[in-house]
Protein backbone atom coordinates (compact mmCIF):
# COMPACT_ATOMS: atom_id res chain seq x y z
CA UNK A 1 0.00 0.00 0.00
CA UNK A 2 1.23 3.38 -1.11
CA UNK A 3 1.99 5.26 2.05
CA UNK A 4 -0.55 8.39 3.19
CA UNK A 5 0.77 11.90 2.61
CA UNK A 6 0.76 14.81 4.95
CA UNK A 7 0.62 18.34 4.70
CA UNK A 8 0.50 21.25 6.53
CA UNK A 9 -0.34 24.81 5.02
CA UNK A 10 -0.07 27.37 7.60
CA UNK A 11 -0.90 31.41 6.72
CA UNK A 12 1.37 33.41 9.30
CA UNK A 13 -0.93 35.60 11.38
CA UNK A 14 -4.28 35.00 9.03
CA UNK A 15 -6.65 35.18 12.07
CA UNK A 16 -7.78 38.40 13.43
CA UNK A 17 -10.35 40.81 14.49
CA UNK A 18 -13.62 42.41 12.86
CA UNK A 19 -12.28 45.35 11.25
CA UNK A 20 -14.47 48.65 10.46
CA UNK A 21 -13.17 49.32 7.13
CA UNK A 22 -13.94 45.85 5.97
CA UNK A 23 -17.11 45.90 6.63
CA UNK A 24 -16.75 44.95 10.44
CA UNK A 25 -15.88 41.64 9.00
CA UNK A 26 -12.30 40.35 9.52
CA UNK A 27 -9.74 40.26 6.65
CA UNK A 28 -10.38 36.09 6.19
CA UNK A 29 -14.14 36.52 6.09
CA UNK A 30 -13.54 39.93 3.39
CA UNK A 31 -10.71 38.01 1.41
CA UNK A 32 -11.76 35.71 -1.68
CA UNK A 33 -10.55 32.12 -0.49
CA UNK A 34 -12.53 29.36 -2.70
CA UNK A 35 -9.88 27.05 -2.06
CA UNK A 36 -9.34 27.68 1.67
CA UNK A 37 -13.25 27.14 1.65
CA UNK A 38 -12.95 24.07 -0.14
CA UNK A 39 -11.33 22.32 2.70
CA UNK A 40 -13.08 23.85 5.50
CA UNK A 41 -16.40 22.88 3.97
CA UNK A 42 -15.10 19.10 2.91
CA UNK A 43 -13.07 18.78 6.15
CA UNK A 44 -13.44 19.03 9.68
CA UNK A 45 -12.79 22.37 11.13
CA UNK A 46 -12.47 23.98 14.31
CA UNK A 47 -10.62 26.61 16.88
CA UNK A 48 -7.24 25.80 18.98
CA UNK A 49 -5.41 27.31 21.03
CA UNK A 50 -1.76 27.15 20.18
CA UNK A 51 -0.09 29.42 23.06
CA UNK A 52 -0.42 27.80 25.73
CA UNK A 53 -0.95 29.84 29.28
CA UNK A 54 1.50 31.60 30.98
CA UNK A 55 3.25 31.95 27.46
CA UNK A 56 3.98 35.01 25.00
CA UNK A 57 1.83 34.69 21.81
CA UNK A 58 4.79 34.47 19.11
CA UNK A 59 5.36 32.92 16.38
CA UNK A 60 7.90 30.18 17.84
CA UNK A 61 5.47 28.97 20.52
CA UNK A 62 2.67 28.72 17.85
CA UNK A 63 4.71 27.13 15.52
CA UNK A 64 6.37 24.35 17.65
CA UNK A 65 2.82 23.99 19.24
CA UNK A 66 1.44 22.65 15.89
CA UNK A 67 4.57 21.23 14.97
CA UNK A 68 3.76 18.75 18.06
CA UNK A 69 6.12 19.66 20.58
CA UNK A 70 4.58 21.24 23.44
CA UNK A 71 6.43 24.60 24.46
CA UNK A 72 6.07 23.99 28.14
CA UNK A 73 8.82 21.19 27.35
CA UNK A 74 10.51 22.08 25.09
CA UNK A 75 10.75 25.78 24.63
CA UNK A 76 13.77 27.23 25.45
CA UNK A 77 13.61 30.76 23.82
CA UNK A 78 13.20 32.50 19.73
CA UNK A 79 16.94 33.20 18.79
CA UNK A 80 18.59 29.80 19.35
CA UNK A 81 15.97 28.30 17.06
CA UNK A 82 16.91 30.45 14.37
CA UNK A 83 20.65 29.70 15.36
CA UNK A 84 19.90 26.69 14.17
CA UNK A 85 18.54 27.72 10.85
CA UNK A 86 21.76 29.46 10.61
CA UNK A 87 23.71 26.46 11.25
CA UNK A 88 25.19 27.96 14.95
CA UNK A 89 26.85 25.81 16.98
CA UNK A 90 25.82 26.54 20.61
CA UNK A 91 27.20 25.52 23.90
CA UNK A 92 24.94 24.61 26.43
CA UNK A 93 26.46 28.21 28.39
CA UNK A 94 25.84 30.32 25.37
CA UNK A 95 22.98 32.40 25.34
CA UNK A 96 21.72 33.18 21.59
CA UNK A 97 19.39 36.82 21.20
CA UNK A 98 17.28 37.47 18.08
CA UNK A 99 19.18 41.20 16.70
CA UNK A 100 16.56 43.09 14.86
CA UNK A 101 17.77 45.98 13.09
CA UNK A 102 15.41 48.65 13.63
CA UNK A 103 14.90 52.49 13.21
CA UNK A 104 14.43 54.61 16.24
CA UNK A 105 13.09 58.58 16.03
CA UNK A 106 15.57 60.61 16.16
CA UNK A 107 13.84 64.02 17.24
CA UNK A 108 14.69 64.26 20.85
CA UNK A 109 13.50 63.19 24.14
CA UNK A 110 11.91 59.61 24.36
CA UNK A 111 13.09 57.88 21.29
CA UNK A 112 9.77 55.93 19.84
CA UNK A 113 10.01 52.29 17.77
CA UNK A 114 9.01 54.18 14.49
CA UNK A 115 10.07 50.31 12.56
CA UNK A 116 10.89 46.61 13.89
CA UNK A 117 12.02 46.25 10.34
CA UNK A 118 13.92 49.00 9.49
CA UNK A 119 11.78 49.71 6.16
CA UNK A 120 12.09 46.23 5.26
CA UNK A 121 15.69 46.40 4.89
CA UNK A 122 17.16 44.53 2.20
CA UNK A 123 19.47 41.20 2.95
CA UNK A 124 22.29 42.61 0.96
CA UNK A 125 21.92 45.89 3.41
CA UNK A 126 21.61 44.13 6.51
CA UNK A 127 24.81 41.66 5.94
CA UNK A 128 27.05 44.96 5.36
CA UNK A 129 25.56 46.63 8.32
CA UNK A 130 26.16 43.19 10.05
CA UNK A 131 29.45 42.31 9.04
CA UNK A 132 30.30 46.12 10.40
CA UNK A 133 28.99 45.42 13.62
CA UNK A 134 31.18 42.49 13.86
CA UNK A 135 33.93 44.06 13.35
CA UNK A 136 33.16 46.69 15.47
CA UNK A 137 32.05 44.79 18.68
CA UNK A 138 32.77 41.31 18.68
CA UNK A 139 34.73 39.95 21.08
CA UNK A 140 35.15 36.70 22.59
CA UNK A 141 32.81 37.59 24.54
CA UNK A 142 30.08 38.83 21.78
CA UNK A 143 29.53 37.71 18.28
CA UNK A 144 27.22 38.98 15.44
CA UNK A 145 25.13 36.82 12.64
CA UNK A 146 23.89 37.92 9.39
CA UNK A 147 20.55 36.87 9.06
CA UNK A 148 17.74 37.91 6.50
CA UNK A 149 16.58 41.48 5.99
CA UNK A 150 15.91 42.69 9.81
CA UNK A 151 16.53 39.36 11.45
CA UNK A 152 19.75 38.18 12.59
CA UNK A 153 21.85 36.80 15.66
CA UNK A 154 23.87 37.69 18.35
CA UNK A 155 25.64 34.58 20.75
CA UNK A 156 26.87 36.12 23.90
CA UNK A 157 29.22 33.48 25.09
CA UNK A 158 28.62 32.21 29.02
CA UNK A 159 26.19 34.62 28.90
CA UNK A 160 24.12 35.84 31.64
CA UNK A 161 20.91 34.66 32.12
CA UNK A 162 17.40 36.51 33.34
CA UNK A 163 17.04 39.28 30.98
CA UNK A 164 13.67 40.53 30.61
CA UNK A 165 13.79 41.70 26.90
CA UNK A 166 10.28 42.76 24.46
CA UNK A 167 9.74 41.69 20.84
CA UNK A 168 10.23 45.38 18.74
CA UNK A 169 6.98 44.34 16.38
CA UNK A 170 5.46 44.87 19.87
CA UNK A 171 5.72 48.30 20.53
CA UNK A 172 5.67 49.68 16.92
CA UNK A 173 5.33 53.47 17.65
CA UNK A 174 5.81 53.45 21.33
CA UNK A 175 8.29 55.29 23.48
CA UNK A 176 11.06 52.62 24.44
CA UNK A 177 11.75 53.46 27.85
CA UNK A 178 10.19 51.01 29.40
CA UNK A 179 10.52 48.48 27.04
CA UNK A 180 14.42 48.15 26.96
CA UNK A 181 16.15 45.17 28.27
CA UNK A 182 16.36 44.97 32.30
CA UNK A 183 17.85 42.94 34.73
CA UNK A 184 20.61 41.05 35.72
CA UNK A 185 23.56 41.17 33.00
CA UNK A 186 21.19 44.31 31.11
CA UNK A 187 23.84 46.56 31.07
CA UNK A 188 26.17 44.85 29.04
CA UNK A 189 23.23 44.32 26.33
CA UNK A 190 22.00 47.67 26.42
CA UNK A 191 25.80 49.09 25.68
CA UNK A 192 25.55 47.27 22.45
CA UNK A 193 22.65 48.85 21.73
CA UNK A 194 23.50 52.80 22.62
CA UNK A 195 27.08 52.03 20.89
CA UNK A 196 24.89 50.90 17.79
CA UNK A 197 23.03 53.85 17.75
CA UNK A 198 25.93 56.22 18.06
CA UNK A 199 27.94 54.25 14.94
CA UNK A 200 24.80 52.97 12.37
CA UNK A 201 23.35 56.44 11.53
CA UNK A 202 26.97 57.27 10.04
CA UNK A 203 26.95 53.86 8.19
CA UNK A 204 27.32 54.32 4.24
CA UNK A 205 24.50 51.74 3.92
CA UNK A 206 21.46 53.98 6.13
CA UNK A 207 23.31 57.42 4.23
CA UNK A 208 22.13 55.84 1.09
CA UNK A 209 18.98 54.79 2.89
CA UNK A 210 18.23 57.99 4.32
CA UNK A 211 19.19 59.90 0.52
CA UNK A 212 16.77 58.28 -1.03
CA UNK A 213 13.78 58.63 1.79
CA UNK A 214 13.69 55.09 3.42
CA UNK A 215 13.96 54.10 6.42
CA UNK A 216 17.70 53.77 8.18
CA UNK A 217 18.43 51.00 10.42
CA UNK A 218 19.97 53.06 13.51
CA UNK A 219 20.06 50.84 16.24
CA UNK A 220 20.30 47.15 17.50
CA UNK A 221 17.47 45.49 19.53
CA UNK A 222 17.72 42.36 21.44
CA UNK A 223 15.31 40.08 22.38
CA UNK A 224 13.72 36.37 22.31
CA UNK A 225 17.21 34.70 23.96
CA UNK A 226 17.57 31.64 25.39
CA UNK A 227 19.70 28.42 25.17
CA UNK A 228 19.61 25.37 22.96
CA UNK A 229 17.20 23.56 22.94
CA UNK A 230 16.57 19.38 22.63
CA UNK A 231 14.00 18.06 20.50
CA UNK A 232 12.90 14.44 19.91
CA UNK A 233 13.19 13.66 15.89
CA UNK A 234 9.81 14.41 14.56
CA UNK A 235 9.76 11.26 12.49
CA UNK A 236 10.36 9.36 15.83
CA UNK A 237 7.87 10.96 17.51
CA UNK A 238 5.25 10.49 15.03
CA UNK A 239 6.68 7.49 13.57
CA UNK A 240 6.55 8.25 10.25
CA UNK A 241 9.35 8.27 7.20
CA UNK A 242 11.03 11.25 6.03
CA UNK A 243 9.70 15.02 6.78
CA UNK A 244 10.58 18.49 5.20
CA UNK A 245 9.76 22.03 5.81
CA UNK A 246 9.37 25.16 3.31
CA UNK A 247 9.25 28.87 4.70
CA UNK A 248 11.29 31.68 4.02
CA UNK A 249 12.08 32.48 7.98
CA UNK A 250 14.91 31.07 9.76
CA UNK A 251 12.43 30.44 12.99
CA UNK A 252 10.61 27.86 11.21
CA UNK A 253 13.50 26.45 9.10
CA UNK A 254 15.51 26.71 12.87
CA UNK A 255 12.42 24.32 14.04
CA UNK A 256 12.74 22.27 11.11
CA UNK A 257 16.83 21.70 11.49
CA UNK A 258 16.22 20.84 15.90
CA UNK A 259 13.53 18.16 14.40
CA UNK A 260 15.46 16.84 11.88
CA UNK A 261 13.01 17.63 9.08
CA UNK A 262 14.49 18.65 5.85
CA UNK A 263 14.83 22.38 5.23
CA UNK A 264 14.12 23.02 1.97
CA UNK A 265 14.88 26.80 0.96
CA UNK A 266 13.63 28.16 -2.37
CA UNK A 267 15.32 30.68 -3.95
CA UNK A 268 13.46 34.09 -4.47
CA UNK A 269 11.35 33.27 -1.35
CA UNK A 270 11.07 36.11 1.12
CA UNK A 271 8.87 36.80 4.39
CA UNK A 272 6.67 39.25 2.53
CA UNK A 273 3.74 39.75 0.20
CA UNK A 274 6.63 39.08 -3.28
CA UNK A 275 7.72 35.37 -2.09
CA UNK A 276 8.42 33.29 -4.86
CA UNK A 277 4.84 31.47 -4.24
CA UNK A 278 5.51 28.67 -7.59
CA UNK A 279 8.93 27.89 -6.08
CA UNK A 280 7.72 27.31 -2.50
CA UNK A 281 4.56 24.33 -3.77
CA UNK A 282 6.94 22.41 -6.27
CA UNK A 283 9.51 22.30 -3.17
CA UNK A 284 6.99 21.18 -1.21
CA UNK A 285 4.91 18.40 -4.31
CA UNK A 286 8.49 17.40 -5.10
CA UNK A 287 9.44 16.28 -1.75
CA UNK A 288 6.58 14.55 -1.17
CA UNK A 289 6.97 12.87 -4.82
CA UNK A 290 10.45 11.94 -3.98
CA UNK A 291 9.53 9.94 -1.07
CA UNK A 292 8.62 12.46 2.09
CA UNK A 293 5.45 11.84 4.06
CA UNK A 294 5.00 15.17 5.79
CA UNK A 295 5.89 18.89 4.72
CA UNK A 296 4.85 21.69 6.38
CA UNK A 297 4.42 24.98 4.07
CA UNK A 298 4.49 28.44 5.77
CA UNK A 299 3.64 31.33 4.37
CA UNK A 300 4.56 34.79 6.32
CA UNK A 301 3.06 37.47 4.53
CA UNK A 302 -0.40 37.70 6.49
CA UNK A 303 1.42 38.09 9.48
CA UNK A 304 3.82 41.14 7.99
CA UNK A 305 0.83 42.57 7.18
CA UNK A 306 -0.73 42.99 10.64
CA UNK A 307 2.81 43.96 11.74
CA UNK A 308 2.27 46.88 9.82
CA UNK A 309 -1.63 47.51 10.52
CA UNK A 310 -2.46 47.37 7.12
CA UNK A 311 -5.77 46.00 6.80
CA UNK A 312 -5.79 45.76 2.86
CA UNK A 313 -2.58 44.47 2.18
CA UNK A 314 -3.58 41.59 5.15
CA UNK A 315 -6.65 40.59 2.78
CA UNK A 316 -3.92 40.77 -0.47
CA UNK A 317 -1.74 38.52 1.45
CA UNK A 318 -4.09 36.17 2.40
CA UNK A 319 -5.65 36.06 -1.37
CA UNK A 320 -2.24 35.97 -2.76
CA UNK A 321 -2.13 32.57 -0.45
CA UNK A 322 -5.38 30.79 -0.85
CA UNK A 323 -4.55 31.28 -4.95
CA UNK A 324 -0.96 30.57 -5.02
CA UNK A 325 -0.08 28.10 -2.29
CA UNK A 326 -3.35 25.82 -1.18
CA UNK A 327 -5.06 26.21 -4.72
CA UNK A 328 -2.25 24.81 -6.37
CA UNK A 329 -1.53 22.56 -3.42
CA UNK A 330 -4.75 21.08 -3.64
CA UNK A 331 -4.37 20.65 -7.37
CA UNK A 332 -0.80 18.52 -7.23
CA UNK A 333 -2.27 16.11 -4.20
CA UNK A 334 -4.46 14.39 -6.45
CA UNK A 335 -2.29 12.45 -7.74
CA UNK A 336 -1.36 10.86 -4.40
CA UNK A 337 -3.29 8.01 -3.52
CA UNK A 338 -4.47 9.18 -0.38
CA UNK A 339 -3.44 12.56 1.55
CA UNK A 340 -4.67 14.59 4.69
CA UNK A 341 -4.14 18.27 4.55
CA UNK A 342 -4.22 20.70 7.70
CA UNK A 343 -4.80 24.34 7.13
CA UNK A 344 -4.36 27.21 9.59
CA UNK A 345 -2.52 30.52 11.28
CA UNK A 346 -0.16 29.93 13.56
CA UNK A 347 -1.45 32.73 15.54
CA UNK A 348 -3.58 35.72 15.08
CA UNK A 349 -2.09 39.04 14.05
CA UNK A 350 -4.88 41.88 14.75
CA UNK A 351 -4.64 44.80 12.23
CA UNK A 352 -5.74 47.15 15.61
CA UNK A 353 -3.31 45.56 17.49
CA UNK A 354 -0.16 45.41 14.90
CA UNK A 355 0.74 42.55 17.28
CA UNK A 356 -0.04 38.98 18.05
CA UNK A 357 -2.38 37.94 20.87
CA UNK A 358 -3.25 34.47 22.75
CA UNK A 359 -6.75 34.04 20.99
CA UNK A 360 -7.98 30.26 19.49
CA UNK A 361 -7.45 30.14 16.07
CA UNK A 362 -9.42 28.47 12.84
CA UNK A 363 -8.38 25.01 12.00
CA UNK A 364 -9.06 22.79 9.13
CA UNK A 365 -8.62 18.73 8.32
CA UNK A 366 -9.17 17.73 4.94
CA UNK A 367 -8.95 14.44 3.11
CA UNK A 368 -8.93 11.00 3.21
CA UNK A 369 -10.78 9.73 6.69
CA UNK A 370 -12.24 13.57 7.36
CA UNK A 371 -15.94 13.83 6.92
CA UNK A 372 -17.28 17.57 6.77
CA UNK A 373 -18.78 18.86 9.84
CA UNK A 374 -20.68 21.55 8.18
CA UNK A 375 -18.12 24.63 7.96
CA UNK A 376 -19.40 26.82 4.67
CA UNK A 377 -16.10 28.61 4.38
CA UNK A 378 -12.79 29.02 6.52
CA UNK A 379 -13.18 31.90 8.92
CA UNK A 380 -12.93 32.38 12.58
CA UNK A 381 -16.55 32.67 12.99
CA UNK A 382 -17.27 29.75 10.96
CA UNK A 383 -14.96 27.50 11.93
CA UNK A 384 -16.12 28.53 15.89
CA UNK A 385 -19.51 27.61 14.92
CA UNK A 386 -18.99 23.73 14.80
CA UNK A 387 -18.14 23.75 18.78
CA UNK A 388 -14.87 21.55 18.17
CA UNK A 389 -12.26 23.07 20.39
CA UNK A 390 -8.58 21.59 21.11
CA UNK A 391 -7.03 23.79 23.68
CA UNK A 392 -4.11 22.71 22.99
CA UNK A 393 -2.19 23.02 19.51
CA UNK A 394 0.50 20.29 20.29
CA UNK A 395 -2.44 18.01 19.92
CA UNK A 396 -3.03 18.74 15.98
CA UNK A 397 -0.33 16.88 14.55
CA UNK A 398 -1.24 13.42 16.29
CA UNK A 399 -4.85 14.01 14.74
CA UNK A 400 -3.27 14.96 11.31
CA UNK A 401 -1.25 11.05 11.38
CA UNK A 402 -4.15 9.53 12.87
Known amino acids: MKSQKHIVLLGDGMADDPIEELGGVTPLQYAKTPNMDEIASGGVSGLVSTVPEGFEPGSDVANMSIMGYDPAEFYTGRAPIEAASMGIELSPTDIAFRMNLVTL ?3 GGSRRMVDYS ?17 REFGSHEFSFYPGKSYRHIM ?7 GIVTTPPHDISDEEIGT ?12 KLMRDSQ ?31 PTLPQFSERFGIGRGAVVSAVDLVQGLGVLMDLSVIKVEG ?9 AGKVEAALNALSSGADFVYLHVEAPDEAGHEGDAAIKVRAIEEFDKNI ?25 VRLKTHDTEP ?7 DGFKSNGVADFSESACGKTGLFVDRGSALMGRLFG
Do not use: C
Not at 155 to 161: E, I, S, Y
Open 105 to 107: SDD
Open 361 to 367: VPFSFFG
Open 155 to 161: VWKNGVG
Open 198 to 228: RELPGHPVNMARVSKGEKPANSLWFWGQGTR
Open 326 to 350: VGPVLLGLKKFDKYRVLLMPDHRTP
Open 179 to 190: YLPHGNGAGRIL
Open 269 to 277: ATGWIDTNY
Open 118 to 134: SGRITTEESTRIVEYIE
